[in-house]
């Protein structure tokens, strides 16, 4: 009887602890901060409209490179028909850390207007998918770590 409660137990904290996750993919636990997750160099490795694949190479573009850095900074490579636009760009989490926004510095080296937040859906060692859904036509990034 008592390996029964103690099992019971068991089984509901596991399934109280798994309701918990704070990324709808991403790991239940882990001992890096979330911006220290994000911090990487990652390639676009999918780029999706309403759930629908969408191919970079149909929309010219041959490399979506972009390097987040630990202190909110980072650089995005574009490269359409043998030439990158390389920009610079600067990101934040909101209060719950579950969404991001970012701005990017233009050619007069005067920075953009904030973006929407977007919602992050997976944060693991080795992926960062992100989307927007604030737009009539969600939009999803999956990156993949170099």
Request: proline fraction near 1%; include cysteine; aromatic fraction near 12%.
């Amino acid at each position: 009887m008592r390996s029964n409660i103690v099992i019971i137990i068991l089984i509901t904290c596991l399934i109280v602890m798994n309701s918990c996750n704070k990324y709808e993919e991403g790991p239940f636990i882990s001992l890096r901060s979330v911006e220290k997750r994000i911090a990487g160099d990652y390639t676009l490795d999918k780029y999706l409209i309403n759930g629908q694949i969408i191919s970079l190479a149909d929309q010219g573009i041959s490399e979506y490179r972009v390097v987040y850095n630990s202190d909110g900074t980072g650089t995005s490579f574009i490269t359409v028909n043998s030439s990158t636009l390389e920009t610079e760009f600067e990101w934040e989490l909101d209060e719950k850390k579950e969404n991001i926004r970012e701005r990017s510095k233009g050619i007069n080296e005067e920075w953009s207007a904030w973006s929407n937040y977007k919602t992050i859906l997976k944060l693991t060692d080795s992926e960062f998918w992100f989307a927007d859904t604030d737009s009539a036509e969600q939009t999803e990034f999956h990156f993949a770590e170099n």
